[in-house]
């Protein structure tokens, strides 16, 4: 697989300057609005989705048989274990499936029997995603083997799937074999061969193992494609923090309205806890890390694999008739990124709720601030130099499993003006009106400092531009693992 990316010097670049963003808006605001209900940020059409796998991991030289079938059964009994399945997966709150294709499969009989999965799915009103793999040395190489049996296979799938609102296609997984320059050439003949498919059902794998989203995303022939991002723990070794993973994904993402996560797993046999935070287990924060990004920003996951036979990341076993999650740990954090859970479970910091802290931001050194003392509805919230003032000290209050933080001074909590959803919205405090845009999710990133996100926007507390100047403006902002979103926090 890919070899391991080191971030030197990535982070740096970070917290230097302010990372693309989709419909970025800076604004400036001076009132809060209405109380937010605060919607779940689902991604792309509500996708909580899971990979059924050939236990062979999808590279096959002939039939793809998907895990709990033989290979054997007719159109009838891949439909009654299809059946129990996805039954078991929608249990789980997975509402899509992600399937494998091959020219063996499609270029023969075979593929009126496989059909089964796929149509049982759909009957079951799930999202359907067709992906192709191709052979044994498709895997070494990362190239089409036979462009015309790729072809002739698309050609099948695209005439009986087409037209079905469910199914989404994606012209290849990994394709590590070719420069981004051939990829997009390669991919610009897809949308014209098949130029009656709606772009937004339609999956264009980042460059190399579906990394190098961005490269794709920036390109206007592809503008209402979706974009399909793969990374695994072991992409990256040297992570091992949340801070770690967030600088990763924050580097990566830049496309989150129109990003599908297609595959992201974690050992889940091996009985690890993914509630429990870990300055040193990478694969526990790289869980708790990307489930965060989903949740937080709306980007659609596909975990890998809902169910292989005997893979250590399978999140389910099947005994012929049901599944059996093999972590509840994992299972946990996976309905948190999909946003099926109002809270993920995990690594929850505890304060003192009677206490007040000072929040001291990691990369200035300057603390949270209501400008001059202020007690009225507006006023801004900058950074200053720590000086003992209680306009500095913020209570942290329980909501909805969250925390509401209150301002000493003033008694009025930190708040996104206008319920804004907007990157660059200056932050003020107001009154206590009960909305989610008062409301903070707080993580500790690994490092002794903490990230804050609000729950309306998704967005993390940081300091404009990275700055170290006293005044300069407290804003919401895409998570990146920047140091200017790091806060300790410091009783008086």
Known sequence: MKNSLILVGCLLVMVACQPPYDALKQENGTKSGTTPSGPARMGINGIAGANWADQRDNFANDKLVLSGLSGNENYAG????????????????????????????????????????????????????????????????????????????????VARYGTTARVYFEPMNEPHGYSVTDLKALYADWLNRFSSVPRGRIILGGAGYCTDVNSIGSDAQFNDCLLGYHNYAFFNGNNKTVNDWDATFGRDLNYPTRTLVTEFGCPMTTGKNYNALS????????????????????????????????????????????????????????????????????????????????????????????????????????????????????????????VGLTNRNSGKRLDVPNASTDPGKALIQYQNNNGT??????TDVGTGYYRLINRNSGLALDVNQASTVNGTAIIQWPSNGGTNQQWQLVQP
């Open 437 to 442: 845009n008062q409301e903070w999710i707080i």
């Open 279 to 402: 300055g040193t287990d990478g694969e526990a924060s790289y869980l708790q890390s990307i489930t965060d990004v989903m949740n937080n920003r709306g980007i659609a996951g596909v975990y890998w694999p809902g169910l292989r036979t005997n893979d250590s990341y399978s999140l389910t076993t099947y005994n012929g008739t049901a599944l059996t999650v093999t972590n509840p740990t994992g299972l946990n954090r996976l309905k948190y990124g999909w946003s099926l859970n109002p809270t993920s479970g995990g690594p929850t910091p505890t304060f003192n709720a009677n206490a007040y802290y000072r929040l001291v931001n990691r990369n200035s050194g300057q603390v949270l601030d209501v400008n001059q003392g202020s007690v009225d509805n507006g006023a801004a919230i900058i950074q200053w130099h720590s000086n003992g003032g209680t306009n500095q000290q913020w209570q942290l209050g329980s909501l909805n499993n969250n």
């Open 78 to 157: 891949v439909q009654a274990t299809a059946d129990n399945v996805l039954s078991g997966f929608q249990n789980l709150g997975i509402n899509t499936v992600r399937l494998p294709l091959n020219p063996q499969t499609v270029s023969s009989v075979y593929w009126d029997t496989y059909r089964g999965a796929i149509d049982k799915a759909l009957s079951r009103n799930m999202n359907v995603i067709l992906a192709v793999w191709e052979n044994t040395s498709f895997a070494a190489n990362g190239k089409i083997t036979d462009y015309n049996q790729f072809w002739n296979l698309w050609q099948t799938v």
